[in-house]
């Protein structure tokens, strides 16, 4: 996303066809998830913030700068229900309630907000775990004869590892939901080449799909910032997301267990699986720690404190956190699993091991630390991405025809 000091003028248009300016245009934004009102004790257990919710909440502030007029619906996670103003013109409703058993239910309370008022210009739905968000989407730009985008964060059929009865109920009812919904969609946005591969080989047509992969704020990694943990030994290895079953932060913990070299474990975030985290790491010998939930804006200090990024995910599409550890010049170990691969290309710009492989992943983290030639060489190799993706979504909103 662009950065805070952008204005509107001086964003240019990919194709140099002059500047990017959404005058007014009225966009409702669906979204599962966006940064919360406020945190609680509670918000772990819930739903702890991941890369989901700062993306939706930056390019929210994004289109804001641009002059887009929102109404985003989401989900209230542990906050307080409500409606609260966003940037110059915007506002967010958080509906639903205070209950995992009963989160999709947020969707059918924001239901009347996104299917009656004034008129929108364009329904921006974002796809995850949540199906529940699709068939509303599908539902508003139709009531508003207006064109559909959809962003698919991650795709229940196709990223999503069953691992629960969570997540396999989650693919059996969300498969079907998200079929439709991307069948009728104006516009599909994938977050990798081979995701829009996978797209266009179900049937949706080439020219619907676009390719746009998370951006991130440059302007949050020009500034130097004070080491966080000044009493943290190095180097260290960092860990940066949400403590879930999805992420496997337990193979991460097993592979640092292995490590014959001297490091520290850094694990930044919170969710339902940091007690059983917890509790693996409290018998190895090098030290790990815990920070619990970072904001957002903490997360560059974070990794220019740190030595290595590690993401052992079970399944992914593209996460950020990969890029914006790209983007403070890190080098990165992943699982490869996802669209991944499409980022992170083993042994040129980072290191790929197969999923929950602890032994693997040890071996690659020992690699890295001990070979400091290594280290540089996969830290220089690994630009960040092209900020034009900050403007082209913005294009992709701004409707030259209605339905």
């Known amino acids: ?15 140099g066809r002059g500047p990017v300016v959404l005058d007014g245009m009225r966009v409702l934004r669906l979204c599962s998830v966006f940064e919360p009102a406020a945190l609680s004790g509670r918000s772990a257990g819930y739903d702890a913030i991941g890369g989901m919710h700062n993306h939706t909440a930056e390019l929210s502030r994004h289109l804001d700068r641009m002059g887009a007029v929102q109404l985003v619906l989401t989900s209230r996670l542990d906050g307080p229900a409500g409606r609260s103003g966003f940037g110059r013109g915007g506002q967010v409703v958080r509906t639903g309630v205070d209950t995992r058993l009963a989160r999709q239910g947020w969707a059918l309370l924001a239901a009347p907000l996104a299917l009656g008022g004034i008129p929108v210009d364009v329904v921006h ?11 509303l989407a599908r539902l508003a730009a139709r009531r508003h004869h207006c064109p559909l985008v959809i962003t698919v964060h991650a795709s229940v059929r196709h990223n999503m590892r069953i691992t629960s009865a969570r ?7 969300g498969g079907p939901a998200e079929r439709r919904a991307l069948a009728t969609a104006d516009m599909v946005i994938a977050l ?21 992969p998370p951006g991130y704020d440059p302007d949050l990694f020009a500034a130097d910032a004070p080491d966080p943990f000044p009493d943290l030994g190095r180097p260290r290895v960092g860990y940066i997301g949400r403590i879930a079953p999805q992420k496997d932060v337990g193979t991460l913990i097993s592979a640092f267990g292995r490590l014959t070299t001297p490091a520290c474990l850094l694990i930044v975030g919170d969710g339902p699986s940091r007690r059983a ?7 190895l010998a090098g030290p790990v720690r815990f920070t619990g939930f970072a904001p957002h804006v903490q997360v560059p200090a974070v990794l220019r404190h740190i030595d290595l990024l590690v993401l052992a995910t079970r399944y992914e599409e593209l996460p950020s956190v990969l890029i914006e550890a790209m983007a403070a010049g890190l080098p990165v170990i992943a699982s490869r699993v996802g669209g991944i691969p499409a980022l992170v290309d083993h042994d040129v710009n980072g290191l790929l091991v197969p999923p929950c492989d602890a032994a693997a992943l040890a ?12 280290a540089a060489r996969l830290a220089a190799a690994a ?21």
């Open 1 to 15: 996303m662009a950065g805070s000091g952008d204005s509107v003028t001086s964003l240019p248009e990919p194709g």
């Open 125 to 135: 739905g974002h796809c995850g775990e949540d199906i529940a968000v699709l068939p």
């Open 167 to 173: 997540t396999a109920w989650l693919r059996l009812a």
């Open 192 to 212: 990798t080449p081979a995701a829009a591969d996978r797209l266009a080989g179900e049937g949706i047509p080439p020219s619907r799909i676009r390719v746009i």
């Open 277 to 283: 985290a917890e509790a693996q790491a409290r018998p």
């Open 363 to 374: 071996a690659a983290i020992s690699r890295v630390l001990t070979e400091p030639g290594t």
């Open 383 to 403: 630009p960040p991405l092209s900020s034009q993706q900050r403007d082209t979504l913005a294009l992709l909103l701004r409707p030259s025809r209605r339905r």
